[in-house]
């Protein structure tokens, strides 16, 4: 298997629990004065101009930092303005320009053409798809939030509870949670990976530069089969452009969907003139006489014209300056306990860098999905501020929204809880809704639907929580999603 073939293979996220964590406990806001030291408390001072409250820092010292610009970060900082303790206590520092934002939005409607009414900033900031206010930069300058932006953390002194960014800023902490989250797996230089025209998602910067190419293009490659390869594929057909996905795998997104559900999506897509290339290694990437991207070169020697390259194989956990932390070797990440504290007292870690005990299966896991982002966050800020110290029970979920611009002949959302582990029931015929059943040794372990009522998606994380015992000849004989589903219901009752 060739070099990027192997970066192109999704890499397994499960492993069995390890032991060894901090016992270091977390505090209620009475005893975290006690427990910080002097100098961090109280810290800052809070000004009122104009109606709007700022925090103010006469010297580097912050009482809480944390680090990142993600969802994480957003959601974290709403949970210190719903606990009291963010005014003047808190700073964020961020790579980026922005406040913190919805990220899923990059790869579906922030792609839109602008006849398709695509999203823009400030419209998706964090915390709106969680149900909350949009948290634009006046909500935490008024919420006396300090934000440090495009000013990365560069080193990180633990013993001095130091940190230094980028451009030499110094700060001091007294809690530090790294929500740094992930960079994109990207191709070698040596075979093209950083041609103009060749394009990786995970900021507002590469979406907007992704746009551009795409306002531009004729032809558009998609490297990967995943969620990014699916969303990407389909905002290029609203650009009507000549489209085509590109990946190692026999199947679309192997590592959830089942043969028969991946089929049916790309015949979905087909019908939306995608092509699509599988079982395919990729040689390296062809750039014209003036250096942009021309071709994917396969590595059976034959090539597929591409004026636009987008490469979505999968991310890496961005441990930046905090790689002396304990790490998870095995799946990556932040090694963290159940409330997100590394073994390092007073460091936490959240969202898609942190390697975390999944409680209801009983093994480590890193997530990488805002909704493991927003309620990490939350879990960790609670714990840290409260005398909360329930163990974080996720339940793993994920979902995808594609074709849902204007004038598409299908609008797609589907949305899966729980564990695709076991035999795999499949009920109806995708038109106009499909749902699969993943059931071990006679329990529901987890549980797919496309194009489900809000009631429909409701169920489901009921369904894969509580794992009932359910007949798998009768669930398989429903002659509708529907049916099907009030058969799962029943067995939650019995």
């Known amino acids: 298997m060739s070099p990027v073939r192997r970066a192109m293979a999704l890499a397994s996220t499960t492993l069995p629990a390890k032991t060894g964590l901090s016992l270091w406990c977390p505090a209620s806001p009475s005893s975290l004065a006690r427990r910080l030291p002097a100098r961090f408390s109280p810290i800052g001072s809070r000004i009122a101009s104009r109606g709007i409250v700022t925090a103010s820092f006469a010297n580097e010292n912050r ?46 409607a922030y792609l ?29 300058k008024e919420k006396g939030i300090e934000m440090i932006y495009e000013d990365p953390v560069t080193g990180a002194d633990f013993e001095k509870q130091t940190l230094t960014t980028n451009t030499g800023k110094q700060l001091k902490y ?68 000549d489209t085509t996905i590109v990946f190692p795998e026999d199947q679309l997104l192997q590592r959830l969907f089942t043969p028969s559900l991946a089929q049916r999506y790309e015949e979905l897509y087909r019908q939306n003139g995608v092509k699509f290339v599988k079982g395919a290694s990729i040689n390296n990437l062809e750039a014209g006489s003036d250096g942009r991207v021309t071709a994917v070169k396969l590595a059976d020697g034959s090539t597929i014209e591409a004026d636009t390259v987008v490469i979505g194989i999968g991310a890496k956990p961005a441990i930046g300056p905090f790689e002396t932390l304990a790490m998870n070797k ?41 909704d493991h982002a927003r309620r990490s966050a939350q879990h960790c800020v609670k714990s840290l501020l409260t005398a909360h110290t329930d163990t974080y029970d996720y339940l793993p979920y994920f979902y995808s929204r594609v074709f849902e611009y204007e004038g598409s002949s299908r609008k797609v959302w589907w949305q899966f809880f729980g564990d695709n582990v076991g035999e795999a029931v499949e009920v109806g015929n995708f038109d106009p809704k499909i749902a699969t059943f993943w059931i071990d040794s006679g329990r529901l372990k987890g549980v797919l639907v496309e194009s489900g009522s809000p009631e429909e998606f409701q169920l489901l994380p009921k369904l894969a929580r509580s794992q009932p015992i359910v007949d798998k000849a009768k669930l398989a004989s429903a002659s509708s999603v529907e049916e099907a589903l009030e058969i799962a219901q029943a067995a939650l009752q019995s």
């Open 63 to 108: 009482e809480f930092v944390i680090i990142g610009g993600g969802n994480a970060a957003g959601y974290a900082a709403r949970t210190f303005v719903e606990n009291g303790m963010a005014d003047g206590r808190l700073c964020i520092v961020t790579k980026e320009a922005y406040a913190p934002y919805e990220r899923p939005a990059l790869t579906k």
């Open 330 to 370: 095995s799946i990556g990440g932040i090694q963290v306990d159940g409330l997100f504290r590394t073994s390092t007292p007073g460091i936490f870690a959240i969202g898609d860098v942190a390697a975390f005990p999944l409680k209801i299966y009983d093994r480590m896991t890193r997530v990488e999905h805002v």
């Open 174 to 241: 007294g809690s530090l949670i790294i929500a740094t989250g992930c960079t994109a797996s990207r191709f070698p230089d040596k075979i093209g990976g950083n041609l103009p025209g060749v394009h990786y998602i995970r900021e507002v910067a590469d979406a907007d530069s992704l746009i551009s190419s795409l306002g531009k293009s004729k032809k558009v490659v998609i490297v990967g089969g995943g969620y990014i390869g699916m969303e990407v594929a389909a905002a290029a057909v609203a650009w009507n452009l």
């Open 112 to 140: 839109f053409p602008p006849e398709k009414k695509p999203a823009r900033l400030p419209g998706f900031h964090t915390c709106v798809g969680g149900g909350g206010e949009r948290q634009t930069p006046d909500w935490y």
